[in-house]
Nanobody, 124 residues
């Protein structure tokens, strides 16, 4: 069992920044992927950014490349998502997720553990 606790969501104006945090506990190790997924009303859940804990390799959906950065803490299984230059289309519920045996790093189907979600609102 893996537990994920998220924080950092909120409301910003377009062009602003937010930093999301996700702390993991339980039966998780460095062979896992962790990352962020989002879902806006009326849209499917999509992978935003993930990281392979062991190597630090990162993966981003094209729409956030260059604006968002995923990173991990050096002393604990915690991941962050720094979101800059936010756009209204970035708004939605952001979920932290973790999984092993991940064949496609931005496909939510491969992630077995999910946090409760944190809301991100971007006003124009």
């Amino acid at each position: 069992q893996v537990q994920l606790v998220e924080s950092g969501g909120g409301s910003v104006q377009a062009g602003g920044s937010l930093r999301l945090s996700c702390a993991a506990s339980g039966s998780i190790d460095r062979t896992y992927f962790m990352g962020w997924f989002r879902q806006a009303p009326g849209k499917e859940r999509e992978g935003v950014a993930t990281i392979y804990i062991s190597s630090g390799s990162t993966y981003y959906v094209d729409s956030v490349e260059g604006r968002f950065t995923i990173s991990q803490d050096n002393t604990k299984i915690t991941v962050y998502l720094q979101m800059n230059s936010l756009k209204p289309e970035d708004a939605g519920m952001y979920y932290c997720a973790a999984g092993s045996w991940v064949a496609a790093p931005l496909n939510p189907s491969y992630f077995a553990y999910w946090g409760q979600g944190t809301q991100v609102t971007v006003s124009s």
